[in-house]
């Protein structure tokens, strides 16, 4: 559907709410969408849970090798922490603010500052410990983690579990929380702010289809939201015509969003932004519009819903794609991209569902380490097609279907090489001894 199909299906449904029949201008959306009234149809939504410096939760997750991905804000300036546990620094996996920064650390033997990021009362959204080995506040890389831990308790969140019991905890808005099993890069915990039917404020988890709720003292606040159901069934709608970057905010900020989306997209572009814009992104595929000019395609669509792609995305001007695809469990299949500029494309289909890239890809540019760029999930991958003697780096393949095409090209696609590079193959990829022979011919080790 086209995006003034989808505008007119939206500008159908608020004059449905309204119960107008008149054409309502572009620009008169949003204001429209204010005057919608359904008298006491509402419905409350909780926002966020707050702890008051007494409460905690027990995830009832040991942490291992797991991921953390989680939305919060302190609501004091103090030397707190948001979750983990700590027995001693190889015994230990945390986050918390010390000293006027971010502390965190993760099995590796010590503790980690990060500078100069953020405050600890601005609103966060972190990525903890990722497929990657990284931690990142608000989308900018601020440490590596260790990966795993031989932590032996369950991890609280809104404090920290120590030898001594459990301290430091923090007055904080969670909005949610989510905890991933690096090694099968599985959802355990999914942790949304929640008020039972007794009317106790708790978390809930989307996993488990259980609450989980206060084991300290007091009681959580909630940050409760009023919404009319036929404002929520419109944003329902929005969120639902695929056209969005994002499906945070109002009705209205979304509609206004529909109505400036080319023109910020443009100004965007222009201006070297634009990163992460689709990512989470819940519709079935998205816009073809103008990327010549982005530069920087770090997190696209990264976690979003889409499917396909069914043109080619000519960014000839983007260097970095790291992670650009990855999470992404529906997409399937994607016409092309312009790749001849990249000099980052680490983790760019990391857990992703790709099965055809159809558009062989220019990996010319891209710089030592960078080729991990179908590793890690990538594993339902048949059809790739690389440019001839572009891949300079050593890269790693872990889908087990690659046709024979497929294959034939990677071992075309690699470069002559004077330093010891190596390409990964799933151990299932049977490979002829011609193959074999060009591969090492190229000055490239073939392991399996």
Request: aromatic share 10%.
């Amino acid at each position: 559907m086209a995006l003034t199909d989808k505008l007119t299906a939206i500008g159908n449904a608020i004059r449905e709410k309204n119960g107008t029949t008149e054409l309502i201008p572009l620009a008169d959306m949003p204001q429209a969408i204010l005057d919608i009234s359904s008298g006491e149809e509402t419905e409350k939504i909780v926002e966020y849970i707050e702890s008051t410096g007494e409460q905690w939760i027990d995830t009832g997750i040991i942490p291992k090798n797991h991921r953390v991905v989680a939305k919060f804000q302190y609501t004091k300036e103090e030397n707190k922490t948001l979750f983990g546990f700590f027995n001693n620094a190889s015994e230990s996996y945390h986050l918390g603010w010390y000293g006027g920064h971010w502390r965190y650390s993760c099995g590796s033997g010590s503790l980690t500052n990060v500078e100069n990021i953020s405050l600890c009362t601005d609103l966060q959204e972190i990525d903890f410990n990722n497929y990657d080995g990284k931690f990142l506040i608000n989308g900018i890389e601020c440490g590596s983690t260790n990966g795993t831990t031989t932590a032996y308790k369950t991890m609280p969140i809104f404090c920290v579990d120590h030898p001594t019991g459990k301290m430091g905890f923090c007055s904080a808005k969670l909005y949610y929380f989510k905890i991933y099993d690096r090694e099968t890069q599985t959802l355990v915990r999914d942790f949304i702010p929640a008020i039972d039917e007794s009317g106790v404020i708790c978390l809930y988890d989307n996993v488990t289809k259980a609450y989980f709720y206060n084991q300290g003292s007091g009681e959580f606040k909630a940050g409760i939201i009023e919404k009319c159901k036929d404002v929520i069934e419109l944003e329902t709608l929005i969120d639902e015509s695929g056209v969005l970057e994002s499906t945070e905010g109002t009705a209205t900020e979304k509609v206004e969003q529909l109505i400036d989306y080319k023109t910020a997209w443009n100004i965007a572009a222009a201006n070297n932004g634009l990163h992460s814009i689709f990512r989470n992104f819940k519709g079935e595929t998205i816009p073809q519009l103008d990327y010549s000019k982005i530069k920087n395609m770090y997190y696209f669509a990264r976690g979003s819903k889409i499917s396909y792609i069914n043109f080619y995305i000519d960014c000839k001007e983007a260097k970095e794609f790291k992670d650009a695809f990855c999470e992404t469990p529906n997409l399937k299949t994607i016409v092309g991209i312009n790749t001849s500029n990249a000099t980052t494309v680490s983790g760019m289909f990391y857990s992703s569902a790709i099965e055809e890239i159809q558009e062989p890809l220019n990996l010319s540019s891209t710089t030592s380490g960078s080729n991990t760029i179908f590793a890690h999930g990538a594993n339902r991958l048949r059809e790739i097609r690389i440019v001839k003697e572009t891949i300079k780096w050593s890269t790693l393949f872990t889908s087990a279907v690659l046709s024979a095409e497929s294959i034939q090209s990677i071992i075309d696609g690699l470069a002559t090489v004077t330093t010891a590079q190596t390409l990964t193959l799933h151990k299932d990829i049977v490979l002829t001894d011609e193959q074999k022979a060009t591969i090492n011919a190229k000055g490239w080790t073939l392991a399996q």
